[in-house]
């Protein structure tokens, strides 16, 4: 993170979950990018949210560098228990007294994955 630069949450480097979970990731990105008007924190999605890219550009584009105020993905992982796997997807837009976000869950089955609940919403 840059001396001065706003945060809720620390970028994480999500590209190995990423990769390991391709199609899990590109599927929450369509949904996000599809329904960002009924998800949590969707108003900071970018109505033209890149979802087809290499996974190194789509991290590069949402998550590397300077963030202020810019739509930022900021982590990306799966999890599995006894009973259901699910994801998590944190992004956000932040900027001084202005911005918000979510990480948002997802289940992951056979069909792709389905959103759950908000983990954590947040605003200015």
């Known amino acids: 993170m840059l001396k001065g630069e706003l945060r809720m949450y620390p970028v994480q ?7 390991d979970n391709e199609n899990v990731f590109r599927n ?5 990018k599809a329904n960002h008007e009924h998800r949590p924190g969707g108003l900071y999605v970018p109505e033209d949210l890149e979802t087809e890219a ?4 789509i991290f590069e584009k949402y998550s590397y ?3 202020y105020g810019i739509f930022t993905i900021t982590d990306f992982s799966t999890a599995q228990t006894e009973f259901e796997i699910t994801a998590l997807i944190a992004f956000e837009d932040v900027a001084t007294l202005s911005g918000g976000g979510a990480r948002l869950k997802y289940r992951v089955d056979e069909d ?4 759950l609940e908000p983990d954590c919403v947040f605003m200015s």
């Open 28 to 32: 929450i990105l369509r949904d996000l």
């Open 54 to 57: 290499p996974l190194d550009k």
């Open 13 to 19: 480097d999500y590209r190995q979950a990423a990769r």
């Open 65 to 67: 560098g300077r963030r």
């Open 112 to 115: 792709g994955v389905s959103y």
